[in-house]
């Protein structure tokens, strides 16, 4: 890099004559209204993702003059620039399959562009793993601003918030424990302010991770959407955003692999989102940084689950942030995590938990030797149904489940579970276990269908969790006994392809493994057929379903990926 910022002299446009390039781009700059003195300032940009289907991004354009406010003051130029938005309940099939393609956007709108920095401005549930993706493979300066969580809603002196409290009154619902009207009721109760989920879900669990990887302002992962200091972060991360210009600290500096130990730590505390495994994986692997599972599973039984929060407790983000937030957790989790990783600002971690906390609210924020649990929230499974691993989230789900053998009822495919998980004459007992195939990355672009509904027969008749697995995901929100991102999936020939209606599966959480109890030679057999789905004839999702890797690579594309190792 430059020792001295190029503001709109970066990678000027090829005309073949670099000062009538320069001559030009000035010119057009003029045509924007911005006088010669500011045209010599170093730029920031700020990369935008508001669109009207996703009502996570609402209160974006107050943050993008928030944020240039702050550019502004600092000395440098603002430039607002808009890419892919990623709506998680907006999009068909699933976010999955459209965040590579919003990473790609973002780190090539990064490279393509004259900044000097770059503030990434998101939100739901992929944007910021794609962001941060992007930033990550850009390496220019950037800074991560989270639009920070909804507020809760209420009915009938409940608290609610998406999407936790969604899922527990569908589930009353289809059990006929409440009817139309009160579930049309709680629809227009759930999401009540802009935000994203008020829970502990994948959105502010990534929040959190980008605090952690000190990508984010330190104190910024959990403010409300609609608080007054969500603005105020947004100015400071503009200041930082030209700071950063002259410190030349880039993702690369600030993602390594202790900070992404640190990450794991936070997601292992919070009993945060499954979803954050593999985003966190593409995030690393952009930068060859792998941590294996095995690493996983010793953090995971060292971390405790320190944050009572939906869907592993009863708090929400808004409670989270009164009680401390970030600040308060980390200095718990002092004794576990790397205190010499830097971030954004230049600091080492350790430097600022050395400093004061003023209160932490106990209810919420467990101190380290009374935790909620003393193991992390989430493991990773492996065995001879999930060769490369899988990933459960304990903290979320029904002890007496831990370990449990039963019958499997097959479900070939979203179609079929759609079709029949609700026939009164589906062959099916609490102490069998659901299994989904076909809805991996290359199956089904990775949908959050791991969720299973429980038949209606068994919920009708009081089941309320049973042991599901599949090779897709599930929503950070859900919860149950569920194993999620079997590895290699069904669709690529993984063993879940060659389970049987009647095939006996057995788990173990204590032995951290999902097996299928059919001999080797028969499961050999039984996928000696197989056939992969078709390949799409066109256009991204053939791309998509081309170079798409595994979970546990993130799920990124393999010509995207770092095969370096750091």
Request: aromatic share 6%.
């Amino acid at each position: 890099m430059s020792d001295k910022p190029l503001g709109l002299d970066n990678g000027l446009t090829n005309y073949g004559d670099f000062d009538f390039a320069r001559f030009l781009r000035r010119s057009f700059g003029r045509s924007m209204g911005i006088s010669r003195e500011m045209l010599d300032k170093p730029v920031v940009g700020i990369a935008m993702t508001p669109s009207g289907f996703n009502n996570c991004h609402r209160y974006m354009p107050d943050l993008v003059e928030a944020v240039s406010r702050g550019v502004l003051a600092a000395g440098a130029l603002p430039r607002a620039f808009p890419t892919i938005s990623l709506g998680e309940v907006f999009l068909n099939p699933t976010s999955m399959m459209y965040r590579n393609l919003m990473a790609m956007d973002t780190e090539e709108m990064i490279g393509a562009q004259p900044m000097d920095s770059v503030v990434l401005i998101g939100g739901c549930d992929k944007t910021v793993p794609a962001q941060l993706m992007g930033a990550a493979s850009a390496n220019l300066p950037a800074i991560q601003l989270v639009t920070g969580p909804m507020s809760t809603g209420r009915h009938r002196g409940q608290r609610l918030g998406a999407c936790t409290d969604c899922r527990s009154y569908w589930g009353k619902y289809r059990a006929g424990d409440i009817d139309s009207k009160e579930i049309e009721a709680v629809e227009g109760r759930l999401s009540v302010t802009a935000g994203t989920c008020a829970v502990m879900g994948t959105a502010s669990t990534l929040a959190c991770i980008a605090e952690a990887l000190g990508m984010s302002l330190p104190g910024t992962a959990t403010i409300p959407a609609v608080y007054a200091d969500r603005l105020v972060a947004a100015e400071e991360s503009g200041k930082a955003a030209v700071r950063l210009i002259a410190s030349k600290l880039t993702p690369r500096d600030v993602i390594t692999r202790k900070s992404v130990e640190n990450a794991q730590r936070v997601l292992l505390a919070l009993g945060g989102s499954t979803n954050a495994v593999v985003h966190l994986a593409a995030i690393a692997g952009r930068l060859g940084i792998k941590i294996p599972f095995s690493r996983f599973n010793e953090l995971s039984d060292e971390t405790p689950v320190l944050v009572d929060l939906k869907p592993v407790g009863e708090g929400y983000m808004e409670d989270f942030h009164a009680a401390g937030g970030m600040g308060a957790l980390l200095r718990e989790l002092r004794p576990l995590l790397h205190l010499d990783t830097v971030d954004v600002e230049g600091r080492r971690l350790g430097d600022r938990l050395a400093e004061p906390i003023h209160w932490v609210d106990r209810a919420v924020i467990r101190p380290f030797a009374d935790p909620i649990s003393k193991v992390g929230g989430l493991v990773a499974l492996t065995g001879n149904l999930a060769p490369e691993g899988a990933i459960f989230k304990r903290a979320a789900a029904t002890a007496a489940l831990f370990e449990s053998e039963g019958r499997a009822v097959v479900f070939s495919g979203l179609e079929d579970l759609t079709r029949r998980i609700d026939d009164p004459e589906l062959d099916v007992r609490p102490d069998d276990i659901l299994v989904l195939q076909n809805a991996g990355p290359q199956g089904a672009g990775m949908p959050e269908a791991g969720y299973l509904p429980i038949p209606k027969k068994l919920a009708q008749a009081g089941v309320r969790d049973m042991v599901r697995i599949s090779d897709a995901r599930m929503s950070g929100t859900a919860f149950g006994s569920i194993v999620l991102h079997i590895a290699p999936e069904a669709a690529a020939g993984g063993p879940l392809a060659a389970v049987r209606n009647g095939d006996r599966i057995r788990l173990s959480i204590a032995n951290k493994s999902i097996d299928l109890l059919v001999e080797e030679a028969e499961i050999k057999r039984r996928l000696a057929g197989h056939r992969p789905p078709p390949v799409p004839a066109r256009g991204y999702k053939s791309l998509f379903r081309r170079t798409v890797l595994q979970a546990p690579d993130g799920c990124d594309f393999d010509f995207l990926t770092d095969n370096g190792t750091r």
